[in-house]
């Protein structure tokens, strides 16, 4: 009698655990996550000056703010200003993109406050601390309008904005063509916001992806997705060598996306699923691995083979917590660092 009540004990406190825990994941220890109300896939993350957020792009076309668990999602921006709120808002319809907007890469400038939003079918803009519509700074490069606006980083001390066009053939609606494809009509480029002109720094990429500038803005890594490789940029020899080739800075077992720096000046990497596995001491799962400044692997991410991290787009690290985006699922993900 005592046995089996003290079993019943123990298994009614272990299915009370897991109810307190059912905005999580079992298979991971202190998971979280928040839900999106309205479309999906919040494929990049940021936090403001004030440390807010995140803010996310999603698949409607819009930028949203967390606000906190009693407030929720607020829209903050757009990117198309003829954007038709009856048909796009919670829209989940790739087919829509074109006309609704999908904000992708996003990064403030911790110095203004501005939000710069890749947007894969607009282009590069800002929007103020306010939000609302956001300014279009560029659509095109040495006469080529981009394709496929993806991923981005800025140099707070100079203002100057690198970001990536993955193709100018493929759209972002497109993508699993373009993964498939031989496709090299990547480029990384540059934009200086006060002669408001885009360089192109390097074309013929396949399918360039996440950027991130180092600590000191002296390099750039940019996720050359195809290629299951992270390519480094070095800024400072740059100006002064005629051919800019990139030195290959790490190789993946998996296809890279985003890539975002720490406050240790450390690097995320978030992992597609696709391949897998292939790489001496890998965990079984690895969806997101992080880098030190000399490309050394200093920890890897495993998704344990399950589907709540079977798709990460991004790993932003802020204030001890690792928040988890995706292109297609309807949630961010959140681990303690
Ligand atoms: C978020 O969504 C998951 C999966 O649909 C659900 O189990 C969980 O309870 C939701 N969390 C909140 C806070 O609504
Ligand atoms: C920036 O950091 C890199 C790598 O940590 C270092 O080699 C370089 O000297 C630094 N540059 C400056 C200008 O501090």
């Known amino acids: 009698?005592?046995?089996?009540?003290?079993?019943?004990?123990?298994?009614?406190?272990?299915?009370?655990?897991?109810?307190?825990?059912?905005?999580?994941?079992?298979?991971?220890?202190?998971?979280?996550?928040?839900?999106?109300?309205?479309?999906?896939?919040?494929?990049?993350?940021?936090f403001d000056c004030k440390g807010e957020g995140p803010y996310v792009g999603i698949s409607d076309g819009r930028v949203l703010k967390w606000t906190g668990?009693?407030?929720?999602?607020?829209?903050?921006?757009?990117?198309?200003?003829?954007?038709?709120?009856?048909?796009?808002?919670?829209?989940?319809?790739?087919?829509?993109e074109p006309l609704c907007g999908r904000p992708l890469g996003l990064k403030f400038n911790t110095r203004t406050c501005h939000l710069y939003i890749a947007d894969s079918y607009f282009g590069l803009h800002v929007v103020g601390p306010y939000g609302g519509v956001a300014k279009r700074l560029a659509t095109s490069a040495q006469g080529t309008p981009f394709g496929f606006t993806n991923g981005i980083d800025?140099?707070?001390?100079?203002?100057?904005?690198?970001?990536?066009?993955?193709?100018?053939?493929?759209?972002?609606?497109?993508?699993?063509?373009?993964?498939?494809?031989?496709?090299?009509?990547?480029?990384?480029?540059?934009?200086?916001?006060?002669?408001?002109?885009?360089?192109?720094?390097?074309?013929?990429?396949?399918?360039?992806?996440g950027v991130a500038l180092s600590a000191n803005n002296s390099f750039v890594l940019v996720a050359e997705s195809t290629r299951f490789r992270i390519l480094k940029f070095n800024l400072e020899t740059q100006a002064k060598r005629e051919d800019n080739a990139p030195q290959v800075f790490a190789e993946l077992p998996r296809v890279p996306d985003n890539v975002k720096r720490n406050e240790n000046g450390e690097f995320w990497?978030?992992?597609?699923?696709?391949?897998?596995?292939?790489?001496?001491?890998?965990?079984p799962d690895p969806v997101a691995i992080k880098f030190d400044e000399e490309g050394k692997v200093l920890k890897r991410l495993d998704g344990n083979g399950g589907i709540t991290l079977n798709a990460i787009s991004e790993v932003k690290e802020f204030n001890g917590k690792l928040y988890i985006g995706s292109v297609t699922k309807p949630?961010?993900?959140?681990?303690?660092?």
């Open 269 to 283: 990497v978030a992992l597609n699923p696709g391949r897998s596995g292939t790489a001496p001491n890998d965990v």
């Open 154 to 209: 800025i140099d707070t001390k100079t203002g100057i904005v690198y970001f990536t066009d993955s193709s100018i053939v493929f759209q972002r609606r497109d993508v699993d063509s373009l993964l498939r494809s031989s496709d090299r009509t990547g480029r990384f480029l540059k934009y200086d916001p006060y002669t408001r002109e885009v360089t192109v720094l390097y074309d013929g990429l396949v399918f360039p992806n």
């Open 331 to 337: 949630y961010v993900g959140i681990l303690n660092a």
């Open 1 to 46: 009698m005592m046995k089996s009540a003290s079993f019943k004990l123990v298994f009614a406190l272990f299915l009370f655990a897991h109810i307190v825990r059912s905005n999580g994941d079992s298979t991971f220890e202190n998971y979280n996550q928040i839900n999106l109300t309205q479309g999906t896939g919040p494929e990049s993350i940021a």
């Open 69 to 96: 668990p009693k407030l929720g999602w607020k829209e903050f921006a757009i990117t198309s200003p003829f954007r038709r709120r009856n048909l796009c808002d919670g829209s989940t319809n790739s087919d829509l």
